[in-house]
């Protein structure tokens, strides 16, 4: 399963930088002879891609998109920096909580970045990384109200009007859980609170989002 490597920095054949399809030829295919980017992603996150001779780096740089090169770009801010200081391009950390508002800085500075396609697809990945932080704060507190609810009504998937009918009987026969389910319930709606401030700013945000990804024309 030998093929020249043209990724290699030492020259045509030489060195292989990489294990050919990934090190299982039989339910693998690799018909260009290069390691998937996806892969490549892979190993960036093990922090081998970070070890790479400078040489080499430009090398696979060259050779993929710039929307691949950005999605490596992604993976760790070590690879990040070195990504973007190869391709001599801006770097976003897609993982810093005030990443929307660099990018939306840094295209108020110059509108030449609106037309730079690794740009535009690292505000993709942080727009991506914003969403998936939301959906996972949204469904936190859901399974925390729901949790309350069930606890208080008894029943598994019990709505928000059994648990305070639940609450109604307590209260009509002076029940000794009148106490511990009066402050479930006053936990469950400081958490419904909480849940429509983040859809508030989940929206909010999504509009951002919206606005910059329609001022971005790479070419």
């Known amino acids: 399963f030998n093929s020249p ?15 050919y399809c990934q090190g299982d030829p039989v339910n693998r295919s690799d018909p260009d002879g290069h390691i998937p980017v996806a892969a490549l992603a892979s190993a960036a996150r093990r922090f081998v891609f970070e070890e790479l ?3 080499a780096l430009k090398n ?14 992604a993976t760790t801010p070590q690879t990040g920096r070195r990504v973007s200081k190869t391709l001599n391009k801006v770097w976003v950390d897609i993982n810093d909580p005030s990443a929307l508002s ?17 740009y535009s697809a690292q505000f993709e990945h942080v727009a991506t990384s914003i969403e998936k932080g939301f959906s996972r704060e949204i469904n936190s507190v859901d399974r925390q109200t729901q949790a309350i609810l069930d606890h208080v009504a008894g ?50 945000t999504r509009r951002r989002i919206a606005y910059i990804r329609s001022t971005f024309n790479p070419r």
């Open 53 to 55: 001779p400078e040489n």
């Open 155 to 204: 029943v598994s998937g019990s709505s928000e009007l059994q648990a305070t009918r639940a609450l109604e009987r307590a209260q009509r026969y002076q029940s000794e859980s009148l106490t511990r389910i009066t402050e479930h319930m006053e936990t469950h709606r400081k958490l419904h609170k909480d849940w429509n401030a983040l859809i508030n700013r989940e929206a909010d």
């Open 5 to 19: 490597d043209t990724l290699s920095q030492f020259g045509r054949g030489d060195l292989n930088a990489y294990a």
């Open 102 to 118: 660099t990018i939306e800085g840094h295209l108020s500075t110059t509108g030449a970045l609106r037309h730079d396609a690794f």
């Open 60 to 73: 696979i740089l060259g050779r993929v998109s710039l929307g691949d090169a950005a999605a490596l770009s």
